[in-house]
């Protein structure tokens, strides 16, 4: 192998090498939830598709502002001709004739029925709609990650009450033990007992598998490569600090700044743009033409003139106007204005229907953060209850006077619901304030 191909092959080894270390050292940290949407927002691929789509909107801007510019052209023609033709002396001769030919001519359209100018708002107005379907994809993914953290939140704290319970079962075990030692417990006591610690330890194996699959769901939505490392940070914030707004407070802000209103209105300012280029069809179209150019002649049976002088005596300009005016074509035109109208009055009726899907959405987020608020509050009183009801269990367990089953049932279920209820509340009124800010 030759030492270039040596090095290049290195090179390449090195620089892979190099992207992995960096992706597994931005895995291995504790990422909050402001990071995770920062990162998703940069990286999710739907977002860069929609970047691109944006890009393709402002190229679209700068052809439609150039089309106003003049057009040049310039060309050169070679000709030759054979046989009889028709010389200055208007007679015909058998000859060879070679001419050749320099142009450069320009073009500029002056009044185009104002066809230019609405497209040139037309195009700015599809940007802009462009831009504000680029912020609803971002915000949708920033509501994606928002539910995907809280879902790991969840399953962190699932996991951390089965450890506990799995703690509690094998404390018990040992006292059961104990007291089978002391004659005060059968060998089925201590075998109930070893059957809830097994059924505690599935519970926690069950629990890191989940919480193993919503880092997963997480990080493939950042787009890294695993999620070896990756680890969310517990938010500051509890229900009980989250205040709830109401719906028309919401609606007030959001039917002004939500991108999906916003970008169907910029379609319905669009569509009237359409209207204005279809109706100017109508109007009749004025164009500037300038040129300049010049010939070389040579017949062959008379010694040509020098090129130079030829090129000087047969040099010509040339600046002229042109005037289309429509007459009639076919009632295309009229066909076409009343397409764009219609297009128009649909972009109308599209832009209310997002209206009431947005204030729809609003008082269905709404009555989902309350009732997610109300059993959060039912959820703190079970585990309360629940609390006491586990101690009276312990003790009816530890002398055999409740199962096995009874025990457990009683001592995970109100710490699981809890923690559920806790994060649907922060996720429920993240997702109204994100309505009312527009901001999580």
Not at 335 to 360: C, N
Not at 367 to 376: D, I, Q
Request: glycine content about 6%; proline content about 3%; hydrophobic content about 40%.
């Amino acid at each position: 192998m030759k030492p270039s191909t040596l090095f290049l092959c290195a090179a390449l080894l090195l620089t892979g090498a190099d992207a992995t270390a960096q992706t597994a050292q931005t895995a291995q940290r504790t990422w909050t939830l402001d990071e995770c949407v920062a990162y998703a927002v940069d990286h999710n691929l739907s977002v860069k598709r929609q970047e691109l789509s944006c890009e393709q909107q402002q190229q679209r801007l700068e052809a439609a502002r150039t089309s106003m510019l003049p057009s040049v052209s310039g060309g050169v023609s070679q000709n030759f001709s054979f046989g009889r033709g028709l010389q200055s002396d208007n007679t015909y001769i058998n000859t060879n004739v070679g001419n050749t030919s320099f142009s450069i001519g320009a073009g500029m359209p002056l009044f185009t029925g104002l066809q230019t100018y609405h497209n040139i708002e037309l195009s700015k107005l599809n940007l802009a709609s462009s831009l504000e379907t680029l912020r609803q994809a971002q915000e949708d993914v920033s509501l994606q990650v928002a539910s995907l953290y809280l879902n790991v939140l969840y399953a962190k704290e699932v996991l951390a009450t089965a450890v506990e319970q799995d703690s509690l079962a094998t404390e018990q075990l040992q006292r059961i033990q104990a007291y089978r030692e002391n004659g005060k417990a059968s060998e089925s006591d201590v075998l109930q007992a070893r059957s809830a610690q097994a059924q505690d330890q599935l519970a926690v194996v069950q629990a890191e598998g989940n919480l193993q699959m919503a880092l997963l769901d997480l990080t493939q939505l950042l787009e890294l490569d695993s999620p070896e490392g990756f680890d969310v940070a517990m938010p500051d914030a509890t229900p009980d600090d989250v205040a709830l707004s109401q719906p028309d407070d919401v609606y007030g802000y959001a039917v002004d700044n939500r991108p999906a209103v916003r970008a169907a209105a910029y379609q319905l300012e669009g569509a009237a743009h359409t209207v204005g280029m279809a109706k100017g069809a109508w109007l009749p179209t004025l164009s500037l033409s300038a040129g300049l150019g010049s010939s070389y002649y040579d017949a062959g049976s008379v010694a040509p003139q020098p090129f130079r002088e030829q090129m000087k005596h047969n040099f010509n300009q040339y600046v002229g106007l042109s005037l289309s005016v429509p007459i009639f074509n076919r009632m295309q035109t009229l066909s076409s204005v009343r397409q764009a109208r219609a297009a128009q009055d649909s972009y109308g009726i599209q832009l209310e229907e997002t209206r009431k899907a947005l204030y729809k959405e609003i008082q269905q987020a709404w009555t989902n953060a309350v009732t997610a608020r109300e059993r959060y509050a039912g959820s703190c009183t079970a585990l309360d209850a629940a609390k006491a009801s586990l101690d009276v269990m312990a003790e009816k367990y530890a002398v055999g006077q409740a199962t096995a089953t009874e025990y457990n049932e009683v001592k995970f279920q109100a710490a699981a619901s809890l923690s559920q209820a806790k994060y649907e509340y922060l996720f429920r009124a993240k997702i109204l304030e994100f309505y009312r800010t527009g901001s999580l």
